[in-house]
């Protein structure tokens, strides 16, 4: 069975610009969420998305948005990027979301440089 | 809020040594415990979890139990090798909250031969 898979792996890109992000969990996985892993601030949830909907959010700015398409594969948009945007992001698929246990497989992250 | 705090590395350890990584957490409620780890250029891989006080999550020789009374969930191997060289997270997350995890901010861990 494939993993999670992200791409691109390796981003380059300038203050202002935009980007986005993709992930594709694995398959029959309906959960999918996303992290931010930095030197400083370490990995830090941004959101979740299941079935389509975002069911949580973590504690960052709107200009980091998601979405998630009918077969469970979703983006992640960072709009007008900051140097202190560049991290690792990482992308992780369950089979289900919400009450009860559901372990997180990852995918191998899309490094982001802003410059 | 919720938090994981983890002992600072990094730790450099001998191959054959013992290895002990303390974990410790708050919370309003009754988490979910959890091992990732990184290796050098991947993503992260569940090691080891427990979903309840007492219970002892266990893989690959590593171990941790659920200590509900000192809110703690220490990482331990009898034996490290080489190749168990890598970051390690403690995270937690709570049942109705799927998706989320809440990571500690990871020890690096270096075996030497």
């Known amino acids: 069975k494939a993993g999670v898979t992200q791409t691109p792996r390796y981003l380059i890109k300038t203050r202002g610009q935009q980007v986005t992000l993709s992930c594709s969990p694995i398959?029959?996985?309906?959960?999918v969420s996303w992290y931010q892993q930095t030197p400083g601030q370490g990995l830090q949830f941004l959101f979740e998305y299941f079935s389509e909907t975002q069911r949580n959010k973590g504690n960052f700015p709107g200009r980091f948005s998601g979405r998630q398409f009918s077969n469970s594969r979703s983006e992640m948009n960072v709009s007008t990027l900051e140097l202190g945007d560049s991290a690792l992001y990482l992308c992780?698929?369950?089979?289900?979301?919400?009450?009860?246990?559901?372990?997180?497989?990852f995918g191998p992250g899309t490094r982001l440089t802003v410059l | 809020g919720d938090s994981v705090t983890q002992m600072e590395g990094p730790v450099t350890l001998s191959e054959e040594a013992f290895l002990t990584i303390n974990c410790t957490y708050t919370a309003t409620g009754y988490p979910s415990l959890f091992w990732y780890v990184q290796y050098p250029g991947e993503g992260l891989q569940l090691l080891l979890k427990?979903?309840?006080?007492?219970d002892k999550g266990s893989n690959k020789g590593f171990e941790a139990t659920y200590r509900k009374e000192t809110t703690s969930f220490h990482l331990e191997k009898g034996s490290v090798q080489v190749s168990d060289s890598a970051v390690y997270f403690c995270a937690l997350s709570f049942y109705n909250q799927g998706g989320k995890l809440i990571f500690g901010q990871g020890t690096e861990l270096s075996v030497k031969p």
């Open positions: 992780a698929s369950s089979r289900t979301g919400g009450n009860s246990y559901n372990e997180q497989f």
């Open positions: 427990a979903t309840k006080a007492d």
């Open positions: 398959s029959g996985h309906r959960s």
